[in-house]
């Protein structure tokens, strides 16, 4: 797995990753990650759909890996947050 294939889904717009994977896959992409954390992980699953759906029909969900991840909060104590792995191929 390399770093070109991986959309961090964050704050923007659900359309700005779907955009961003949809490249990929036309730039010669077989496989993108599409990885988010906490309250983006809604919207990871939103752009994995659209991509499916609307964009590359022929794209398909290979595996999702949730896991719990533990980061620094702005106070330095440790916090858990939910993350997923959504893996898709053309």
Not at 18 to 26: C, D, I, K, S
Not at 66 to 86: C, F, M, N, Q, Y
């Amino acid at each position: 797995m390399t770093e070109d294939n991986i959309v961090f889904v964050g704050k923007k717009g659900t359309m700005a990753y779907v955009l961003a994977v949809v490249t990929q896959m036309n730039q010669g992409a077989k496989t993108v990650f599409i990885k988010a954390r906490g309250k983006a992980i809604s919207r990871a699953v939103d752009v994995a759909e659209i991509v499916r759906h609307k964009f590359v029909n022929e794209a398909k969900i290979i595996s999702i890996i949730t896991s719990t991840e533990e980061i620094s909060a702005e106070d330095g104590k440790p916090l858990k947050v939910s993350a997923i792995e959504i893996k898709i191929e053309k």
